[in-house]
Nanobody
Framework: VQLQASGGGLVQAGGSLSLSCAAS????????MAWYRQGPEKERQFVVV????????GYSDSVKGRFSLSRDNAKNTVNLQLNDLKPEDTAVYYC???????????WGQGTLVTVSS
């Protein structure tokens, strides 16, 4: 499975961004998928867990009510909508896949989200 995350950028606090996760590989639909993030000088943190069909299975309390998930069938991507962004959301966001979302075997290259105050 190959994963590619995109859509990061610089945004002011309170703003929004949409991240995309593109995946290739015939077995991707059987994996649990998740977004993780790692901020500067912080440990990697789980954000959301979802299926390749776009079903949201769970999310971190830190993003509850602010982040949402959708599937773009035309582009064959699953998108993470980040709303009401805060400086503490600044991180590299990774799209992952694996037999368990808690220990993903596959990681994309990450996309940087920077939120200015």
């Amino acid at each position: 499975v190959q994963l590619q995350a995109s859509g990061g950028g610089l945004v002011q606090a309170g703003g929004s961004l949409s991240l995309s996760c593109a995946a290739s590989g015939s077995s991707v639909s059987r994996y649990q998928m998740a977004w993780y993030r790692q901020g500067p000088e912080k440990e990697r943190q789980f954000v959301v867990v979802f299926t390749w069909s776009g079903e949201l299975l769970g999310y971190s309390d830190s993003v509850k009510g602010r982040f949402s998930l959708s599937r773009d069938n035309a582009k064959n991507t699953v998108n993470l909508q980040l709303n009401d962004l805060k400086p503490e959301d600044t991180a590299v966001y990774y799209c992952t896949a694996g037999n368990s979302w808690k220990r993903p075997e596959y990681w994309g290259q990450g996309t940087l989200v920077t939120v200015s105050s």
